[in-house]
């Protein structure tokens, strides 16, 4: 994003995510929404990926953390001034009278996952199909999430409250700040030969398991893996007419089958990639198993 600061750009927190169509009004929305279970007291830890939570729990531990903490805080407040005002003069601010389905599902979704703070709802003008947040957790911010016309266009009313819960779970985790921090830690690793590539390694995981921690974070919002998935083939196909997970899981298959039997020096050059989000097959197959797992539905009975 254009307007932040270069030394928070290693947090990669404009985050690209989901897809779909049809607007219906509070009263239709609130009947065909199957009733949610709220999360009362989830824990940020209890949706992390695995890495997501152990690089987080290293960077807390770190004896840095909280100089480098305040100072980072003190830098996004000013950021946050500058792209509020940019979204309130140029874009549409959701509320209970403006999109009143939209303000609706962003409070139910806020309440799911039990946060203290409800962000503001903006809708841009764009495009591309796009969704990002801007916020750091505490009681001086404005949290704010931001989706696209062209991705309100695409989605479902559900579609779109998944992909809110996403754009909470980088709140919920504070994404923003420990991925900074991260990033900054590593800074003086940079210029050592091969400490300085294995801590970059570090990183780019790092941000992909984020991304895997706010799939997680819509499954739990939308409570149903057929909506999550949905809208992330919508977002990959381009299209709305493209629905059929199993078949996407099943391509899942034939490229790690085709990877696997790749000559070396292509599959070097394919996983050695830079990339900001997993591949969409990762993303699907992952979310699917987590939906299925012991862990998934432990959460959804103990914070009931």
Sequence with gaps: MRIIPSF???????LILITSSSFISVETFTATTKSKVPL??????????????????????????PLLEQAIRSSFSLVEQSVRLDLLGSSVKVSGNQLPELYEGMNEAARILDMAIVPE?????????????????????????????????RCTNEEIQAIIGHELGHLKCSHSLYLTLGGLASIPLRI??????????????????????????ALLVAQDVNVVTGAMLKLFAGTDRVTNS?????QSREYKKLLDNANPLVRRRVMGRVRTHPLPVERVVELEEWAKSKEYKSILESCK
């Design 8 to 14: 928070l750009r290693f947090s990669r927190f404009i």
């Design 192 to 217: 050592l030969p091969v400490i300085g590539s294995l801590s970059e390694n570090f990183l780019q995981e790092w941000r992909l398991s984020a991304e895997y921690s706010c799939d997680r974070a």
């Design 40 to 65: 009362r007291g989830i824990s940020a830890s209890q949706l992390r990926h695995p890495l997501d939570e152990e690089l987080t729990n290293f960077v807390e531990s770190a004896p840095f953390q």
């Design 246 to 250: 199993a078949a996407f899981i099943e």
């Design 121 to 153: 709802l903006y809708i841009q003008s764009s495009s591309q199909a796009n969704a990002y947040t801007l916020a750091l957790q505490g009681k001086n911010t404005t949290a704010l999430v931001v989706i696209t016309s062209a991705l309100l266009e």
